[in-house]
């Protein structure tokens, strides 16, 4: 045999070793796929490279030298198809090769939340329908008989100064002044005008005054107004039902103080505080529905009674959460808003 078959046939085994190597190492399709055209590529292969290589060798010898590559070849083409079945068999987990790391942290997708003010709003509804108070709404701009006649508050009460309240300069009810409503206390009047009693409802909405902003006021905020008018309804199924609404919301250690106070649609009217921080803050107002209401509304006082109560939704999400200031609630600052 002359030197050069033997050094053919040599690059030949050795090709032959390498691709089979190269396509075992192959850990995913597109890693085989870049050895087969590596080893068995039809312009630039190793083999068509040996393949021209025949042409190197004695003419005596070419056919020797033919039939071992034929061999290689086929045991190139073996070992591909090998590596190839391997492949086809992996999972689709191990298949998917060092690009994917399992144990990175995925991809955050920011997910959007309620603000906290409709969170608390939430939480209101199902704390009193548990109680069975249903919900009741009342529309944001107002009529003066909604949001001051019916309720008892005469022409003359300071509480409808213009200086106190949102008039809406150029729009007007047939001839009367509309307002944005300064409490929802009108969706009493609204709700006793289209039913009989019993009544038993809340009412959560935004309401506005032309308060100056500071840590605890700001010119919108939410109240949340409870209604129940029955027979025999007394101050102390007032005081029971704003108890467990405190302690139910904000915990078992909550107490609640009623202090003596005045509203023109209650008689008697109390303020409501709720305790916090070892001192006591204020919730809102609330009383027994003021007899002239019931008239007002065309119920007959000497039949049914009721209580009514309005309080603030800020106090109660700020007493929960432990916000300072109310005006956070409305600057839509992320960093605040996403703590909830
Ligand atoms: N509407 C009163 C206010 O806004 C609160 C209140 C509601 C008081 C119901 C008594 C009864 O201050």
Redesign the pocket.
Known sequence: MSEALDQYINDLQTLAEDAKKAFESAKQKEDLEAHRVEFMGAKNGHLKRLQKGIGKVEKDEKRAAGQKFNEVKQAVEQSFQTAQDRLANLSASEQVGPRFDPTLPGTKRPIGRNHPLTQTVEELKRTMARLGFEVAHGPEIEDEWHNFDALNIPASHPARHPDENFYLANLTQKGHPLLWRS?T?TVQIRVMEKRTPPVRIISLGRVYRPDKPDATHFPMFH?I?GLMVDRGVTMAHLKTTLRLFATSLLGEDVHIRFRPSF?P??EP?VEVDMSWQGGWLEM????MVDPNVLKAVGYDPDEVSGF???LGVERICMRRHNVEDIRSFFENDVRFLHQF
């Not at 809102?284 to 009383?287: H, K, P, R, Y």
């Open positions: 409490q206390s109240q107004e509203f649609f209650t009217s809102g107002g609330a009383g009514a109560f309005g």
